[in-house]
């Protein structure tokens, strides 16, 4: 098997020469590999079924050949049942639903070279701005006018660095970012993600394919057993691959029905034909050395199916003329590749990535065989396009991927052995049992074996008869009793199941702290070292799954611009149930775009640590229960951080407002008490005034103090009367009135009861 069999076509050819033929040369070269065993490398069948068995022990399927030589030694089974005790698929579950639970903590920024100019020279203008803030105070201040500038309308932040990193965005990054989130919540990204990381612990593995599906950018995963790649390429990651190809087996009619538009009646009746195999020997007319059909009583005809993407080169000419107001930049315009130039004109060549697919179909038929459509290119450098296809593979730089499923193969292999030799053990457990010499039995009163074991069971006596004939009772010893528990046996095969869920949790990373079995007697740091600890171990596997993340968001957003040229309007409801309206502009094809996508685990720690600050905050009275709730209900770490800011700075305002209300409250108490303090000064200085005015009358008209003091007596007396009378009078009228009120409440109660 020579490596010509296996070798691509020359890709540095023309377009006229890239024809159907050429698309089948490539399609050879790839199905092909899939039995290649070279540089040490597993062929992707090989890959393909350590997948299935990886997947086969997620899901508690048992293999019963991987166990014979424990089950079958002697050819004679055991009183004991093989069965799958979940140890790896508990981890991974706990590792799945964690980072589904993290916040998806993504921002979209231009990244293009005009892009960045807008940026920065915006950055200088607001620099700009806050240098002449003091002169135009000053200014403002000698001639009452104040100058404006370009920018007076956008406030200056405290730090100008940084607000345009973290906070700064122009509007096309804001709707970008508006069309990822509508794309996310429509084709439920989210769920995808999920089933995608499930992939990569079982497999090592996690593939994506992100193209055009009804005017949209689209995003589904991609089964990693279904797909075959470049694997010459030194790297973890499937976009530096030169070839990508997905494989799947369809039924006849399943095939028809997807590729319909592009087949041939041909190419139907053909695969109409293919319906006529009923019969594993029926496949020899058909069949390829590379099995290409398959037959199955249950589901019939199945036709293997090849869609294959590669990295081929497109030649560009360019007509290069003089440029008489700029001779050291000449004119340059991308021309056919018939152009023949003109006098004072040269042709430049220059070579791009360009994309092309194919399928294949049953080995021969072959349709969408083209130029890959909706090709993204960055508007600084169209040199380069990447394959639809975004993903990892974990170790891959040593050639076979590993996962965390691998790591713990042989841990949860021991695992269930140990779980079928406790059953088994069991199984052979007796209990205590005594040894009965049968010529003991009673048999002259009519006693069987089955008589004297119902009297043990239920009278507790075993009855004899040593006097019977043929007994001697002088030889007769006392019953002898044996021990069949295997309680020691069994302890120390749980002994060994503990042993083996620790060495799980530390190869896997997954302690068991982490997953909640915490023990009474565990220190709280204790606890949460180890935690801590735990999701330093598998950072790895999240890491590179966000990775992978972001390269799918960055695909969909550059799609956006061949998608959306036009515009695009659209509605979709927020998290919080919230909705909000989508309007794309056509200036969004005007851009490159890249993701900023924040790591979810360390995010998620800061995210809840800001969560308990909240918390705090609103016990010490500085947060208002509004702006806590809106903390908790916060998805991203930098939302909850906007939120809290704000929150802060509002609640102190309010209390600063407080403070000047109590402060004023306070000087109008002040004044009231001088102002009381004066009255009583004033009404002292009158009534002393009184005093003196009265001594001087009396000692004007010599009048004496007694008769003074008599007559006030007997005025005093007299207003004591007519006081006495007075109260007497409203008495009387308080009587009557509550006389007539009594009379009017036994009036009312009486309608009622009417």
Known sequence: MGLKKYSFPRQAISDSEKDLEWCKENL?????????????????????????????????????KDYEYITDQYGIPYPAQLAHYPLVSTKIDLLVNEDSDRPLDKKVKSVNKKAAIRKENFKVSLVVNELLKEVKNEFEGKFGVK???????????????????????????????????????????????????RDFLVTGKVFYKVYVKN???????????????????????????QWVAEERWLTVNETIDEFREDLTPKDIQLLEELKEINSHEGL?????????????????????????????????????????????????KIVSS?????????????????????TEIAGQVYVQCRRRPNQVRSVDDAGSTPLSYAGCIHNHTTGNSKSLVDLLRHTQMLYNIVHYHIELTLARAGGKAVIYDVAQLPTNIG????????????????????????????????????????????QQLINLKLMLEQTAGQISGVSPQREGAIS????????????????????GWFFQHNEVKKMVFERMCNLMKVCWAEGKKAGYVLGDGGYKFLNVLPDIALNDYGIFLGDSGKDDAMRKMVQEMSAQALQSGNLSMLDAIKVLKSES???????????????????QKMQQQQMQQQQIMQQQEMQKQQIEMQQKQAELQNKIEVAQIAAESRVDVAEIQANQKRETENLKEQNKVRLEAAKADLQEQMNENEYKRNSNQQNIKK
């Open 28 to 64: 050879r070269a790839i199905t092909k590999y899939v039995g290649n065993r070279t540089n040490g490398y597993d062929s992707a069948l090989t890959s393909r079924d350590k997948d299935i068995n990886n997947y086969n022990l997620y899901n508690g399927y048992v293999n019963a």
């Open 147 to 197: 100058p404006s500038t370009e920018n007076d309308q956008f406030p200056i932040p405290d730090d100008i660095e940084e607000y345009m990193r973290y906070e700064y965005k122009e509007l096309v990054e804001e709707v970008c970012q508006d069309g990822l989130d509508y794309l996310i919540d429509k084709y439920r990204v989210k769920d995808i993600f999920r089933d995608g990381l």
């Open 215 to 241: 005017g949209d950018p689209f995003v589904r995963r991609v089964d990693p057993r279904t797909l075959i790649w470049d694997k010459t390429v030194q790297s973890d990651y499937l976009e530096d691959a």
């Open 284 to 332: 020899s007319n058909f069949n390829s050395e590379y099995e290409w059909i398959n037959y199955s009583e249950n589901r019939g005809v199945r036709l293997r199916i090849v869609t294959a993407e590669w990295k081929s080169i497109k030649e560009l000419k360019y007509k290069v003329s003089e440029n008489k107001h700029n001779p050291s930049v000449p004119f340059k």
């Open 338 to 358: 018939t152009y023949k130039p003109r006098k004072n004109e040269k042709i430049e060549k220059v070579y791009i990535d360009d994309v092309w697919e194919a």
């Open 447 to 490: 006693m069987d074996m089955q008589t004297v074991m119902y009297h043990l069971k239920t009278d507790g006596v075993i009855p004899i008869n040593s006097m019977q004939e043929g007994q001697d009772a002088v030889k007769f010893n006392q019953f002898q009793q044996v021990d069949f528990t295997l309680s020691n046996s069994v």
């Open 520 to 539: 009474q007697y565990e220190y709280v740091g204790n606890v949460q070292r180890s935690v801590v600890q735990s999701s330093l171990s598998t950072k």
């Open 637 to 655: 770490l930098s939302e909850a951080e906007v939120v809290l800011e704000k929150g802060l700075d509002s609640m102190k305002e309010m209390q």
